[in-house]
Every structure is written in C-alpha cells, then in structure tokens.
Antibody
Framework: QVQLQESGPGLVKPSQTLSLTCTVSGGSISSGSYSWSWIRQPAGKGLEWIGRIYTSGSSNYNPSLKSRVTISVDTSQNHFSLRLYSVTAADTAMYYC???????????WGRGTLVTVSS | SVLTQPPSASGTPGQRVTISCSGSSSNIGNNFVYWYQQLPGTAPKLLIYRSNQRPSGVPDRFSGSKSGTSASLAISGLRSEHEADYFCAAWDDILSGPVFGGGTKLTVL
C-alpha cells in the first residue's frame, strides 16, 4: 500500500521560503496515472489545496497561491517537493501531501507536518 | 470551507448517524464526493470514494450517497472507535482542484 511522508523544517522565518518534501513508499511515484498534491490546513480552519504535479512534470496551482508556489518531482528519489516563497504568519499550517487519480480528490494522504512561520 | 458540513454530530452505541456535505454545481453537483476519517495525529483515511464506493477493508457500516449538490455519509452500528473527525471532498471544475468540507467531529455518547 502506498504511504506518503512529509519532511522539512518546522519553523520558517517571515519572508523566507518554506520547503517540504514528500517521500513516497510502497510503490513507484512514476507508476499509474496519478497526480501528487500539497494541501494545507491552518489551525481551526479548513483544508486548502495548494497544487499538484504529474511525473511528466506538468503542474497546476491554486490561483490564490500561484505566484508564490513551485511544486517539483524527482522520480529517481521517489519524492516530490513544495516551495512556498515569501511566507508570512498566514502560511502557518499543517501541510499534507497526497496522491490522487485524475480529476478526483486524494486517495492517500501523509500524516502532515506542522510548519510555523515566526521570527 | 467551500463545502459545508455541520461542525459536530453525536450518537449512542449501535445507532445510525449521518453527516451531510453541501456544495454547488461546480463541485458536488458535477463530480464525485469522497469521505475521510481522521484521528488526531494520523493521516486522513479514505472511507468512501466516487460518492458511494468503499475501498477494500472499509466495513459496510460506512455508506455514502449523493443527490444534486449535497452528499451524506452514514455510519451504522455506531461504536466508540468511530469517534473521530470526518470530512468530505469533491473536485471543483472552477478551481480545477479538490475542495473540502470543514469537518464534522463525531462523538459517541
């Protein structure tokens, strides 16, 4: 069964770049027609889709974050990554990575990792 | 949240409870609904996909339905182990990505 695990710094300073990696185990990230997403949830608020990538390299982003986000994939390492630029306190949230079938919500999720933006 | 769920629900052991999820024509009205269970500190677990399908290993006490721009998750034979957060999701044609409900905290009395 596919498992996903987020990793990265838990604390980021304002104006800096948030960088997270999602490592996929239990299968190759390249197998099947799936998209690989990042989703976040600020404390006490709802889930927000950040964006997704295919192993072809094609990606799509939430328009609300598009100007500050890059999602990349490394098939040789079986992982994909998120970079969120110029962060503020409003970017403090639990960040999840997930796998989806084409044009559907996620089937598999990671446990999430808490990222706090603070000086 | 884009999809609307009641913040809480409750029931006694053995009861049947339902959790609603309301959206619009760009999401639930035109696409499948997914339901998840989340326990504290764990990854969301898929309970229902494509509105009414159960993944392998999910017991048939969990069922999903959809009508128009609303959907429901039903849990029958309620047990204490069902105490968790439940949330819905659907693809949104305008966003071109998934949207989510705010989650419902289920308490077993």
């Amino acid at each position: 069964q596919v498992q996903l695990q987020e990793s990265g710094p838990g604390l980021v300073k304002p104006s800096q770049t948030l960088s997270l990696t999602c490592t996929v185990s239990g299968g190759s990230i390249s197998s099947g027609s799936y998209s690989w997403s990042w989703i976040r949830q600020p404390a006490g608020k709802g889930l927000e889709w950040i964006g997704r990538i295919y192993t072809s390299g094609s990606s799509n982003y939430n328009p609300s974050l598009k100007s500050r986000v890059t999602i990349s994939v490394d098939t040789s390492q079986n992982h994909f990554s998120l970079r969120l630029y110029s962060v503020t306190a409003a970017d403090t949230a639990m960040y999840y990575c997930a796998r989806s079938r084409e044009l559907e919500p996620p089937e598999y999720w990671g446990r999430g990792t808490l990222v706090t933006v603070s000086s | 949240s884009v999809l609307t769920q009641p913040p809480s629900a409750s029931g006694t052991p053995g009861q049947r409870v339902t959790i609603s999820c309301s959206g619009s024509s760009s999401n639930i009205g035109n696409n499948f609904v997914y339901w998840y269970q989340q326990l504290p500190g764990t990854a969301p677990k898929l309970l229902i996909y494509r509105s009414n399908q159960r993944p392998s290993g999910v017991p048939d006490r969990f069922s999903g339905s959809k009508s128009g721009t609303s959907a429901s998750l039903a849990i029958s034979g309620l047990r204490s182990e069902h105490e968790a957060d439940y949330f819905c999701a659907a693809w949104d044609d305008i966003l071109s990505g998934p949207v989510f409900g705010g989650g419902t905290k289920l308490t077993v009395l």
